[in-house]
């Protein structure tokens, strides 16, 4: 399956932004799907993950309360709705696809391609 992430940009600390994961075709629906993020010379992190129903969410520690993870079965997408940014948050946000899901990015098969996201203070 290929994904399509996007919806990035550059705002201000305190708005938000809903980040786009679509995917190429229906068997997108059958996986778990992930954000991960990564800022310049750190790790790629976990970010939130959400079940292939959509019945199942989990959130990295320092997104919670904060973002929101959904999907829509029917249009091959998934977001991720941030808000309260901070620059903290300033990285390149990828999506990926997994049969199991979890927090481990060597459980993820699919990755988009990444959209970058920049929080001025």
């Known amino acids: 399956v290929q994904l399509q992430a996007s919806g990035g940009g550059v705002v201000q600390a305190g708005d938000s932004l809903r980040l786009s994961c679509t995917a190429s075709?229906?068997?997108?629906?059958?996986?778990?799907v992930a954000w991960f993020r990564q800022a310049p010379g750190k790790e790629r992190e976990f970010v939130a993950d959400?079940?292939?129903?959509?019945?199942?969410?989990y959130y990295g520690d320092s997104v919670k309360g904060r973002f929101a993870i959904s999907r829509d079965n029917v249009a091959n997408t998934v977001y991720l709705q941030m808000d309260s940014l901070k620059p903290e948050d300033t990285a390149v946000y990828y999506c990926?696809?997994?049969?199991?899901?979890?927090?481990?990015?060597?459980?993820?098969?699919?990755w988009g391609q990444g959209t970058q996201v920049t929080v001025s203070s």
């Open positions: 075709d229906r068997t997108f629906n059958i996986y778990a």
């Open positions: 990926a696809a997994s049969s199991s899901g979890g927090s481990s990015l060597h459980a993820y098969d699919y």
């Open positions: 959400v079940s292939d129903n959509g019945l199942r969410t």
